[in-house]
């Protein structure tokens, strides 16, 4: 056994050392990057390198990366090349592993309780994080339950009538809440809370707290694409160090959150203007193509996320220049390589890589001969898209 690990450990070694030794801009047509054995990076919150290994010996590792800056623009392009893993094109258990890490907590479900307004379903609260609200009774009420229509359930006080007032005195608990820890990355950025999309707004709330509250969140994602000699090209940024969420990782050209007041296809154009230097002469191309969904719980929070799609179809001369500081990098890499990163990695931020999924579908990249494609078009909208 103790060889078994020498032998794997050094393979390992071995199979590393170029990836700081050639240009991310030319290893696309590198064909000597060939690694001895695929591997599958993973990323999360603190400074550790672990390895999986199922048996040994082995064909295949799994390593995990525990740092979000544990990889460059080369690693991307690296383990994206055909020659990396070949003949893997069809499987499909990658993307289901992303879809899967997006809807993750239906068997704590239970331990959350409905936040109503209206007789409206807005939210679910965690029986616990309700506890902390109860001390804020003439703003929050629990009432327990007593075989009514919603069983035990979190509202607000009847004395707060007005959306105005109900944004206001919320906001103030949120605030409290934000000083105690509880609510973590405060942002002073609202979110309208609805009982579904388009519907009449009971009031806005601060977007940290909304997975805090389960409501529903929505937000826009714009493949930006390229069409070089009949193949498509995708751009994609790297979020910086210092981003508050999944600093380091891939994502797509643009995205953002859907705040209050704004429209999906005006936010798109000032999101093209933040994240990527795009000129509203260009972003007002971009297409609405669709949504996908999910329901992710973790611990308080409460996910259910819609994010609508757009395709943009850029110049071939257009290079993105991030404004707002949230982008350390872009690179234009080959829409079939793209979907080898999704398939193999854990590099984009997960709901990214839904979105890019999506794409794949729709231009062609997946196909029905696929074993499980109609499982996995599904799994798209696993949330509430409502």
């Given amino acids: 056994m103790a060889s078994n690990v020498q032998h794997l450990t050094q393979t390992i070694r071995l199979s590393f050392p170029s990836l700081h030794n050639f240009k ?27 390895t999986s290994i199922r048996s040994l010996p082995v064909a295949t590792a799994s390593i995990s990366y525990r740092s979000s800056c544990a990889f460059t623009w080369d690693d991307v392009v690296r383990v994206s090349q055909p020659e990396y893993s070949p ?70 006080n009847s004395k707060l009538k007005t959306a105005d007032e109900r944004t206001r005195v919320v906001g103030e608990v949120i605030k409290c809440l934000g000083e105690e820890d509880l609510i973590p990355g405060i942002r002073n950025e609202l979110y309208p809370v609805t009982s579904t999309f388009g519907s009449p707004i009971f009031f806005s709330l601060e977007r940290a707290a909304a997975p805090y509250f389960g409501i529903k ?9 390229v069409e070089k000699d009949g193949q498509k090209f995708l751009w994609i940024g ?23 007041g704004i429209a999906c296809g005006e936010n798109i154009i000032k999101e093209c203007e933040e994240e990527a230097g795009i000129p509203r002469s260009i972003s007002n191309r971009a ?6 969904s999910y329901m992710d719980i973790n611990g308080f929070s409460y996910k ?29 890499i080959p829409v079939a390589h793209v979907a080898n990163v999704i398939r193999r990695t854990e590099f984009f931020k997960p709901n990214c890589s839904l979105v890019i999924i999506d794409f794949l579908f729709r231009h062609g990249y997946i196909c029905p001969e696929y074993f499980g494609y109609l499982d996995l078009l599904q799994s798209l909208r696993s949330g509430d898209c409502s």
């Fill in 217 to 225: 969140a929505y937000g826009v994602h714009m493949n930006g694409y």
């Fill in 287 to 292: 297409r609405p193509v669709g949504a996908v």
């Fill in 238 to 260: 790297k979020r910086t160090q210092v981003k508050p969420t999944y600093p380091g990782m891939l994502d797509h050209l643009v995205a953002g959150g859907l705040p209050h």
């Fill in 87 to 156: 003949d893997d094109s069809s499987d499909l258990h990658g993307y289901f592993e992303k879809i899967k890490i997006c809807n993750r907590g239906s068997e704590i479900q239970s331990e959350f309780f409905p936040f109503i307004i209206e007789d409206q379903v807005v939210g679910y609260t965690h029986n616990r994080f309700a506890s902390h609200l109860r001390k804020y009774d003439d703003v929050f009420i629990y009432s327990e339950n007593n075989g009514g229509r919603f069983g035990s359930h979190l509202k607000l």
């Fill in 304 to 332: 259910r996320d819609v994010l609508f799609c757009y395709d943009l179809k850029l110049p071939e001369d257009f290079v993105p220049k991030n404004q707002d500081g949230e982008v350390e990098s872009f690179q234009l």
């Fill in 24 to 50: 991310a801009s030319d290893a696309f047509t590198n064909k000597s990057l060939i690694t001895t054995f695929p591997v599958r990076f993973s990323f999360h919150s603190s400074a550790k390198l672990t």
